[in-house]
């Protein structure tokens, strides 16, 4: 349905945070538990399209206990972050890609579509009311979090004629403890976390509930992430809970798995495909079996291995664990390549290197 621009409404939150209060917890954020003062929402109804969009003070959602999202699970999310640039303005990295993302999500899981341009505005919108809280530090940003839930009260299944699109955002720090640090990883192989046909290529919260047996077998064997292998024969490397994955041979090959429905095509994915072909490397979309991988890494013929996305940013794999044993990556540290693309994304994100594809988009006052 074609939709006349929405305006947004704006109701300010009595109760903000004092300028102490916020800054002390920016201090230490962690990852996605501490949250701003507002939050954006906007209604969906079958018929009427999207409607009454507005920023309102950031507080819990009242809800029918027969909304399809508790049952059904008809629910997408989108994440990305607002970083603070090297002359304090603000800034955010491809938010048409996770705005373009969000549609696809919304298609597949046959939801309502919001428009690209509204998804862009709606996180422009929150930025600009709750900016105090965008971090100044260099290893912290605000990771926003939009994302749309299935409101119908109705227990027949069957696509919901109601939606709730939201955006909520939250300071953070790195996602891994260090962020420089190589991480080690659990590669399982009695769980899949997504089959052809299936969502695996959705950012819907239900691939992420159905990662979570295997999340915690990583955690069990003292690992920060699992790796999924293909859900038909089990060995080719698809991606990890919530990263994709890279392989950096010793002749300065790049490889990663290609999008065959199953993996989640990550903006970060494909910002470091571009830049690596802009450096003139060979890369290439290529399935890559665990056994290679096992092979390659013992024969040092793999060089690097490095996981990314919009929360880890690019960190290395320094050990790779399964039911037979361990291997290491290289020394076990990050390898260079891995650690000049790192800082070249980061570069770019913060304004402070070039941005030839126009990839920072500048938050107006
Ligand atoms: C399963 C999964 N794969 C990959 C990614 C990386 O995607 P992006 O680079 O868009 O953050 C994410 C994070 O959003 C994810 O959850």
């Known amino acids: 349905m074609s939709q006349a621009v929405l305006d947004f409404a704006h109701h300010r939150n009595p109760n903000a945070a004092s300028d102490a209060e916020r800054a002390r ?19 969906y109804q079958e018929g009427t399209g999207w409607h009454d969009a507005r920023v309102v003070p950031y507080g819990p959602i009242p809800m029918d206990p027969a909304s399809a999202v508790l049952h059904y699970a008809q629910e997408i999310f989108e994440g990305l972050k ?9 800034g955010f990295f491809r938010p048409d890609a996770n705005a373009r993302r969000f549609r696809q999500s919304a298609e597949r899981l046959a939801m309502a579509q919001l428009p690209e341009d509204l998804f862009v505005r709606s996180i422009l919108e929150l930025v600009r009311t709750d900016a105090a809280w965008v971090p100044r530090e260099e290893t912290k940003s605000l990771y926003l979090r ?10 027949g299944v069957r696509p919901s004629a109601k939606y709730l699109y939201l955006v909520i955002a939250s300071p953070v720090a790195s996602y891994f403890k260090r962020a420089t640090d190589t991480v080690s990883v659990w590669v ?9 046909g299936g969502t695996g290529d959705a950012k819907c919260g239900g691939n992420y509930a159905a990662s979570l047996t295997a999340q915690r ?5 003292g690992c920060d992430q699992v790796v999924f292998l293909d859900a038909v024969e089990h060995r080719w490397v698809e991606e990890m809970g919530g990263m994709n994955v890279f392989f950096v041979m010793r002749d300065g090959t790049l490889l990663t798995p290609p999008l065959s429905g199953t993996i ?3 903006v970060t ?3 470091i495909l571009v830049l690596a072909r802009d450096r003139g490397l060979t890369v290439k979309e290529e399935l890559y079996s665990f056994d290679q991988w096992q092979e390659d890494a013992r024969s040092g013929r793999l060089a690097e291995c490095f996981a990314c996305g919009t929360a880890a940013v690019i960190t290395g794999i320094g050990k790779v664990q399964h039911k037979n044993g361990s291997f290491v990556i290289g020394n076990g540290e ?15 994100q913060r304004g402070q290197k070039a941005d030839p594809h126009g990839w920072l988009v500048r938050l107006q006052d």
């Open 264 to 266: 989640l095509p990550g």
């Open 269 to 271: 994915r494909n910002s």
């Open 334 to 348: 990050t390898g260079t390549l891995t650690g000049d693309l790192r800082e070249q994304l980061v570069g770019i």
């Open 82 to 90: 607002a970083y603070r640039l090297s002359d304090g303005s603000i």
């Open 217 to 221: 077998q990583a955690y069990d064997q």
């Open 146 to 155: 939009p994302f749309m839930i299935a409101t119908e009260p109705f227990l």
């Open 188 to 196: 399982t192989d009695d769980h899949v976390r997504a089959a052809r």
């Open 25 to 43: 917890l920016l201090e230490n954020p962690g990852f996605g538990s501490v949250f701003t003062d507002h939050m954006v929402v906007i209604n």
